[in-house]
């Protein structure tokens, strides 16, 4: 695998942490591991800088896949994966990490995640690194939608067993809908007022991989 970092001049601002993966066809892949920023440099850009230079660095070597997870409960973290980086998403892990995490991030919830495909050479992804600027909407046709809450953490402080029920309901949408040839591919973030929703569309290549 590799590390990537973000400095000023020798101080860390940000990394990317990547592993080097084996597909059930014995095809490579990369597993973006960990990205982390200075909590008061984050939704500065540095990420997406990051990510980036992760893509660079993988097309380089003739890797054309990246994958990772993410909460998704999570509005804001879908929001970066599908819409500004291009990511796909056709599988869900029900409680991944199991219940026994220290981490603040997973009390008192199931540690599901959603797995990220992220096609470095799809031109949509290109598209995106050659403009710096967010992927279109997609012309397709809107197969399904599956409501997120806007702010996950506001909502567990406030009521810990909606959060719950809200993850189940979520849970089982994305079960029926990948079960039926969908896949995630686009999302339309919420307001304080409003839920922010995944968007399915007819999968082109169900089949694509298995990782």
């Known amino acids: 695998g590799f590390t990537l970092g973000a400095f000023d001049g020798p101080k860390l601002l940000g990394f990317a942490h990547t592993l080097a993966a084996i597909d059930s066809e014995s095809e490579p892949y990369f597993y973006s591991h960990m990205l982390a920023v200075k909590p008061d440099l984050q939704n500065s850009g540095i990420g997406m800088h990051l990510k980036f230079a ?25 929001y970066l994966n599908i819409i500004k980086l291009g990511g796909v998403v056709r599988t869900y892990k029900p ?43 997609r012309s397709e046709t809107i197969e399904a939608e599956v409501e997120v809450p806007f702010d996950l953490d506001r909502l567990k402080a406030q009521d810990l067993d909606l959060a719950r ?47």
């Open 165 to 211: 029920e809200w993850q189940r309901k979520i849970r089982d949408s994305f079960s029926h809908h990948l079960s039926r040839g969908l896949y995630c591919a686009g999302f339309s973030r919420g307001t304080d007022s409003v839920p922010s929703k995944y968007l399915f569309y007819k999968d082109p290549s169900p089949s694509v991989r298995k990782l």
């Open 54 to 78: 992760q893509r660079e660095f993988a097309l380089r070597r003739n890797i054309p896949l990246m994958v990772w997870t993410f909460d998704p409960l999570q509005s804001r973290n879908a």
């Open 95 to 137: 409680n991944y990490y199991g219940n026994f995490s220290s981490s603040t991030l997973h009390q008192g919830l199931d540690t599901d995640r959603l797995l990220v495909e992220w096609w470095l050479d799809d031109p949509r992804v290109a598209q995106i690194a050659e403009s710096g600027t967010p992927a279109p909407s």
